[in-house]
């Protein structure tokens, strides 16, 4: 039998891939929390106000707890 040469999948579109988690999702399922107990949680509001210029925080949740980010902040000291 003859060997066929090539890659048998040349033209076929490539599998996306799998998303990853932010932090801050990590951090949500690690608290076992849903969208819902976001603002009444303290704990998370606390992790947010320790590392909401390191990791993503949703802005509609930085916007319900009225916290900004700082545009230049560096973690390098």
């Keep these: 039998m003859k ?22 999702e990590k951090q949500v399922r690690q608290m076992g929390l849903t969208k819902h107990d976001y603002v009444a949680s303290l704990e998370l509001k606390r992790w947010c106000e320790r590392n909401r210029n390191r990791f993503y925080v949703p802005e509609w949740l930085l916007k319900e707890w009225e916290m900004g980010v700082e545009p230049t902040f560096s973690d390098v000291a």
């Excluded at 090539?6 to 799998?18: L, S």
């Design 3 to 24: 060997r066929r040469r090539g890659n048998p999948n040349w033209g076929n579109p490539i599998p996306p891939a799998p998303a990853l988690l932010t932090e801050f």
